[in-house]
C-alpha cells in the first residue's frame, strides 16, 4: 500500500488517481481508496468541538475500522475489500459492497495526517505545502486546519518518515523535496 499524505484540496486524491491510471494503463492492477470514505460520524468526530485539532489529527478517521477493513485483509492476501464506509458529506454509512483487489494490486491511499494513524502503509509519499497555499487552497470552513497541520509536522514529522517527500505548493510544477 502506497500512502499519498496531504488534504485534497491540494490535489492529493487526484495525484493518487492519476498515479492509479498510469498504473493500470502499464498493465498493473491498482485499487484506490481515500481516508475521506473512513471518517467517523460527526457525533464523534465533533464531539470535543468543531475545531478539535487533536481529534482532527486522531480521531477523525476511523483507523480501526480502515485497518479491519482494507489493511488487515490485504495483508492476509484476501481478495476483496470494502473501499468505502461513510459518505462525507451525508455522514451516513454506504453500506458498500466489498469490491475486488487483482492478485497483484497495489492500493493507493491518499488523506491528510497519515503519518498519525496507527497504522503504517509500505511508502508514503508527503506532499510538503505551505501554510500559505493551504489558506489559498483550503475551504473557509476548512481554516482552522492550518494550525492542525503545524502541529501534524512538528509532532508527527511527516518530512522525515515519508520514503518520497514532494513539494507542492505549485501541484502543475512539482518539486522532490527528499527521498527517505
Known amino acids: 500500500m502506497v500512502g499519498f499524505d496531504g ?19 502499464v498493465g498493473r492492477p491498482a485499487v484506490r481508496v481515500s481516508t475521506r470514505w473512513w471518517w467517523r460520524p460527526a457525533s464523534l468526530r465533533l464531539e470535543f468541538g468543531r475545531q478539535e485539532v487533536d481529534t482532527l489529527l486522531r480521531g477523525w478517521v476511523d483507523s480501526a475500522a ?7 485483509p490485504l495483508a492476509a492476501g484476501a481478495s ?3 473501499a ?4 462525507p458529506t451525508t455522514d451516513r454509512s454506504l453500506r458498500d ?4 483487489v487483482p492478485a497483484n494490486a497495489l492500493v493507493l491511499l491518499d488523506g491528510p495526517f497519515l503519518a498519525a494513524l ?8 508527503h506532499l510538503k505545502v505551505s501554510n500559505a497555499a493551504l489558506a ?5 470552513e476548512r481554516q482552522w486546519w492550518i ?6 509536522r512538528r509532532e508527527y514529522r511527516p518530512d522525515d518518515r515519508a520514503d518520497v517527500v514532494v513539494s507542492y505548493d505549485h501541484p502543475s510544477a512539482p518539486a522532490m523535496a527528499g527521498i527517505g
Open 84 to 87: 468505502r464506509l461513510r459518505d
Open 80 to 82: 476483496h475489500i470494502v
Open 7 to 25: 488534504p485534497e484540496e491540494i490535489g492529493t486524491a487526484a495525484l493518487a488517481d492519476n498515479v492509479a491510471a498510469r498504473l493500470i494503463a
Open 66 to 72: 480502515l485497518g479491519r477493513e482494507v489493511i488487515a
Open 136 to 140: 489559498r487552497r483550503l475551504p473557509a
Open 97 to 100: 459492497q466489498t469490491e475486488a
Open 118 to 125: 496507527e497504522f503504517t502503509v509500505d511508502a508514503l509519499v
Open 147 to 152: 494550525p492542525g497541520f503545524e502541529r501534524y
